[in-house]
Nanobody
């Protein structure tokens, strides 16, 4: 199983980025994927996720700005980030919950496979 993120970069506050996570070895129709981020000096935290049924959930601090979606044909999960703020600066990771028909979980230990991360930097 492999997850490969892309789409990070440097953005000014108020801008938008779309992160992609291409999954191989598991079909998104059956598995949940979560997005996490790790800011300098802080612990890795859950940002949002998408279940095998394509239901989505994002944490309160990004609600209304971040959206999770997927494309089954390309087995890709996206994190659309709008109205970016400097505090969104972090390395963003996607992760797969390896329970078939699993739900969106917010704990790091609930995810068996992780991507390498992509850096998002938001300048003020």
């Amino acid at each position: 199983v492999q997850l490969v993120e892309s789409g990070g970069g440097l953005m000014q506050a108020g801008g938008s980025l779309r992160l992609s996570c291409v999954v191989s070895g598991r079909t998104l129709s059956y598995y949940a994927v979560g997005w996490f981020r790790e800011a300098p000096g802080k612990e890795r935290e859950f940002v949002g996720g998408l279940s095998w049924r394509a239901t989505t959930y994002v944490k309160d601090s990004v609600k209304g700005r971040f959206t999770v979606s997927r494309d089954i044909a390309s087995n890709t999960v996206y994190l659309e980030m709008n109205s970016l703020k400097p505090e969104d600066t972090a390395i963003y990771y996607c992760a797969l919950n390896d329970r078939r028909h699993g739900t969106i979980e917010t704990g790091i230990s609930d995810y068996a496979y992780w991507g390498q991360g992509t850096q998002v930097t938001v300048s003020s």
